[in-house]
């Protein structure tokens, strides 16, 4: 057991570590830096597990964010595997798993979360998969190659969030049959509004994906595997494994017994800083203080998660920067980029620039609150007005007046 001292320690292995660790390397080139990991792998892009890598046209080499060398090369040791396992505060350490006990002069907690479980009588059975890290996309490459051989080709995705639409495509991708099961209307039930669940659910449709709306799963069903999905309108549906895909949520052991404040997610300032000065949290852990909309803002997005690290490691490392940015992020619905920028939760209506009847989608949903104001753009397909939709967000663009202009693509989009 071993007692060292750590200029910086980061603990987790996601894109929030690495862009600190980056961060502090351009400010401070030679104070010490410990990044412990839990996986194995060091740290790397998990967005194309449930795209790319899950449809095995993205191999494992290349979702890394750093080469290996980059490490060595910016002395940055790398303890992957290995699990912070207690934060003791007022001694500025923390407690691996190896019972080695690092002391620290600043700390960055970017633990991520983990998926919530679905919580449903026969969530235990072993082909029931959840989609996080590497391991669990293999683990579902190794349950479609069971199913094929056994000729059903059948899969169950749960949930119809951002992952479970994502799964749900890439599964009708490879050939799988696919059910998705929503206890809403339309997919994306709490990012967009009508018009872009309408498209999604077409455009799933038009991979074959047969959409369950309105019901909820209740039981898995099976002798020692899941066979069935029982849902709560007393249908079944046969499948051969379920994805469940209904949420995230952190995981509070390691702030148990410490005084670091967190509601659902760690809270920091508009700099990273919790409210234990040398202790910073970024990406999906964390909600930063965002003074645009002058609330805590947690988001669970690649993009986020990196400028999140960047802003903790400049501060850690003595520089100054703050969280002033329009919240974005891409994802992909069936080989569609769609871009999101801004805050759902505060949309009254929406507007739609564009035919969001096409197939092919170059549409935007653009969410404005009960004041009048842009607080979300959802862009669809192909579209050059990316700067735009951004400043619209940014400087929360009244369209009071103006809604025909915006709606009508052949018009250009205000600019003051
Ligand atoms: C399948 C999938 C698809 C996605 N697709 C998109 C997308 O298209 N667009 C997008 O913007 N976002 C997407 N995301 C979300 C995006 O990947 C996350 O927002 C981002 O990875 C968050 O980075 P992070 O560093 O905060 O956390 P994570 O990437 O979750 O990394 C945290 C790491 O810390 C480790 N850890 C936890 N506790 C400890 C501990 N006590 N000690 C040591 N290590 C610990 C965890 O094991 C994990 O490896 C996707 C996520 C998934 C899972």
Redesign the pocket.
């Not at 412990?36 to 996986?39: I, K, L, M, P, R």
């Not at 970017?110 to 979360?113: D, L, N």
């Not at 970024?282 to 852990?285: E, S």
């Not at 992020?329 to 992909?332: A, C, G, L, V």
């Given at each position: 057991m071993d007692r060292i001292h750590v200029k910086y320690v980061l603990?987790?292995?996601?894109?929030?570590?690495s862009a600190c660790a980056e961060a502090i390397r351009e400010l401070d080139k030679t104070g010490s830096i410990l990044l412990?990991?839990?996986?194995i792998s060091r740290p790397y892009d998990?967005?194309p597990?449930?795209k790319g890598y899950l449809r095995r046209e993205t191999q494992k080499r290349d979702l890394v964010t750093q080469q290996v060398e980059w490490f060595t090369n910016n002395q940055v040791e790398l303890r992957t595997g290995?699990?912070?396992?207690q934060i003791d505060v007022p001694r500025n350490a923390v407690l691996l798993d190896t019972g080695d006990e690092v002391f620290y002069d600043q700390l960055l907690l970017?633990?991520?979360?983990v998926p919530k479980p679905i919580g449903v009588i026969g969530a235990s059975l072993p082909n029931t998969f959840y989609?996080?890290?590497i391991t669990d996309a293999d683990r579902l490459h190794h349950a479609i190659e069971i199913s094929r051989s056994v000729g059903s080709n059948r899969a169950c995705v749960v949930g119809a969030g951002?992952?479970g639409v994502?799964v749900a495509a890439s599964l009708a991708k490879v050939g799988m049959n696919v059910d998705l099961v929503q206890a809403y209307a339309t997919p994306w039930p709490k990012l967009g509004g009508e018009q872009t669940g309408a498209f999604i659910a077409r455009r799933l449709k038009a991979l074959g994906v047969r959409i369950h709306s309105n019901v909820r799963a209740v039981g898995l069903e099976g002798d020692g595997r899941v066979q069935r999905v029982k849902l709560s309108d007393h249908s079944t549906i046969p499948t051969d494994f379920v994805v469940a895909a209904v949420g995230a949520q952190i995981?509070r052991d390691?702030l148990r017994s410490t005084p670091i404040a967190a509601e659902k997610v760690i809270l920091t300032d508009e700099r990273g800083q919790t409210n234990i000065p040398s202790i910073y949290a970024?990406?999906?852990?964390a909600a930063i203080y965002d003074r645009m909309f002058g609330k805590h803002r947690s988001a669970?997005?690649?993009?986020?998660?990196r400028h999140t690290?960047r802003i903790c490691g400049i501060n850690m490392a003595g520089g100054e920067a703050r969280y002033d940015s329009v919240t974005h992020?891409?994802?992909?619905i069936a080989g569609l980029v769609v871009n999101v920028w801004g805050e759902g939760r505060f949309v009254d209506h929406r507007l739609i620039r564009g035919n969001a009847l096409s197939d092919e989608g170059g549409f935007a949903e653009i969410g404005v609150s009960t004041d009048g104001r842009i607080s979300q753009i959802i862009a669809i397909g192909r579209d050059n007005e990316h700067c735009r939709y951004r400043d619209l967000v940014r400087y929360r663009y009244n369209v009071i007046g103006k809604e025909e202009q915006i709606k009508d693509p052949s018009a250009a989009l205000p600019e003051d």
């Open positions: 603990v987790g292995g996601g894109a929030a570590s412990v990991a839990q996986e998990r967005t597990l449930s290995r699990r912070v396992t970017a633990i991520g979360t989609l996080k890290t951002l992952l994502e995981q390691l970024a990406g999906d852990c669970t997005h690649w993009e986020h998660a690290g992020f891409t994802t992909e």
